[in-house]
T-cell receptor
Framework: EAQVTQNPRYLITVTGKKLTVTCSQN?????MSWYRQDPGLGLRQIYY???????DKGDVPEGYKVSRKEKRNFPLILESPSPNQTSLYFC????????????????FGPGTRLTVL | RKEVEQDPGPFNVPEGATVAFNCTYS??????FFWYRQDCRKEPKLLMS???SGNEDGRFTAQLNRASQYISLLIRDSKLSDSATYLC???????????FGAGTILRVKS
């Protein structure tokens, strides 16, 4: 089954304790992206990657790191989480970047609900 | 000013009603446009793309007006299952950067 998986789905942690949220897709997609969703603000792009070893900042990259060593994986790293990073996080992938046509659909993972105390 | 703005609603409509949502975007360099649907606490899923010529998929019609910088979504004959949050999405930087609106809540009631 074609899908994007994220782990963990739920995480409660404390300020300053490094954590990683994994994201994996099995569709051989080139483009992957991380978003956070907060009430009233919608989804905001954190980082995106157009291919292996190519990553770029989105709108809200501060406090996050990513890596893209393999095509299928795009982990999100919070080196020193803070309470303002409490949010719902989504990973997404799509076939290829830069295509303004309908098959540039973003496929989203199920989300990771993170609480930082 | 937000790059993509939507009326948050909620829009409360009876089954069978026709309902329309608008979304405005501020960057004239925006390249492609989509409507996504998000059910409560679930991941967003693509509803439809939006083309300059307009496009229709069953009960759903999407329109793009580049001159006025807005896109619209029309839902005819609303079903209970249409209840969800509808997200307007605009892409920039050759499709690599996606900007989401905060969403419009639709509640269809029997």
């Amino acid at each position: 089954e074609a899908q994007v998986t994220q782990n963990p789905r739920y995480l409660i942690t404390v300020t300053g304790k490094k954590l990683t949220v994994t994201c994996s897709q099995n569709m051989n997609h080139e483009y992957m992206s991380w978003y956070r969703q907060d009430p009233g603000l919608g989804l905001r792009q954190i980082y995106y990657s157009m291919n292996v070893e190519v990553t770029d900042k989105g709108d809200v990259p501060e406090g996050y790191k990513v890596s893209r060593k393999e095509k299928r994986n795009f982990p999100l790293i919070l080196e020193s989480p803070s309470p303002n990073q409490t949010s719902l996080y989504f990973c997404a992938s799509s076939l290829s970047p830069g295509l303004a046509v309908s098959y540039n659909e973003q496929f989203f993972g199920p989300g990771t609900r993170l609480t930082v105390l | 000013r937000k790059e993509v703005e939507q009326d948050p609603g909620p829009f409360n409509v009876p089954e069978g009603a026709t309902v329309a949502f608008n979304c405005t975007y501020s960057n004239s360099a925006s390249q492609s446009f989509f409507w996504y649907r998000q059910d409560c606490r679930k991941e967003p899923k693509l509803l439809m793309s939006v083309y300059s010529s307009g496009n229709e998929d069953g009960r759903f019609t999407a329109q793009l007006n580049r001159a006025s910088q807005y896109i619209s979504l029309l839902i005819r004959d609303s079903k209970l299952s249409d209840s969800a949050t509808y997200l307007c999405v605009v892409t920039m930087e050759y499709g690599n950067k996606l900007v989401f609106g905060a969403g419009t809540i639709l509640r269809v009631k029997s």
